[in-house]
């Protein structure tokens, strides 16, 4: 397969790089640890580069599974051994589990933002230590692309503000119990899904919010 690549420009500076395999979000976790010129240089050994790494990260995760206690979200035994099961069998596309396998042993954090560019998920590889974070956007079409270089703490800062931070990707929010009343119309606002002419019920409102902010 061709290692050619299209670039979107979002702003005069920051140019979105898309790999044109299928499995785009691997690569753009690749384009991130290795760089563009990295990846090119594959050229058409794509398949057999992404077999050979999954296997690496398959061994790695085997003798360094408390890796995965650092994570920002709850791995068990069982999704430790989907995991492997993932990365040693032919996949055409990453789960988002299996991100966490990659992070751990690339040792980055991804975010990733949806194409509606309304919600964005946090992949964290190490709550404890600070690590470069890369940002790949979601299109229309389910294919991932990434800014190659990683956001400075203040770019963070200003993306987290503008978009609805989802919990993760197994659930989007929290407890209903961990939200007040207000904070969840403030949500809603924000999604532009409340009606200032209804009196909203903590419950309520809760699950149109949880139904909105699913992960497409």
Not at 23 to 31: K, N
Not at 67 to 73: A, E, I, P, R
Not at 159 to 184: H, T
Request: aromatic content about 10%; proline content about 2%.
């Amino acid at each position: 397969m061709s290692g050619q690549l299209d670039l979107v420009d979002e702003t005069p500076v920051v140019q979105f790089v898309v790999p044109t395999q299928q499995d785009s979000l691997f690569w753009c976790i690749y384009i991130a640890k290795h760089g563009e010129q990295e990846y090119m240089q594959i050229a058409r050994n794509y398949g057999v580069k992404e077999l050979e790494i999954k296997k690496q990260v398959a061994e790695h995760i085997q003798t360094n599974s408390t890796q995965l206690k650092n994570v920002n979200v709850k791995i068990t035994k069982i999704k430790i051994q989907e995991m492997l099961s993932e990365l040693l069998t032919t996949q055409k596309e990453t789960s988002l589990l299996c991100v966490y396998g990659l992070l751990c042993f690339y040792n980055i954090n991804i975010i990733l933002m949806d194409s509606t560019e309304r919600f964005l998920l946090e992949f964290v590889c190490d709550t404890s230590a600070e690590s470069p974070t890369y940002v790949l956007k979601k299109d229309s079409y389910g294919k991932y692309n990434i800014n190659a270089q990683p956001y400075t703490v203040d770019q963070l800062s200003e993306l987290r503000a503008k978009m609805i931070s989802l919990e993760n990707y197994l659930k989007p929010l929290k407890a209903i119990s961990q939200y007040k009343l207000s904070e969840l119309e403030d949500l809603a606002k924000k999604l532009g899904i409340y009606q200032e002419d209804k009196k909203y019920k903590k419950a309520e409102i809760y699950d149109e919010l949880s139904a909105a902010c699913q992960w497409r």
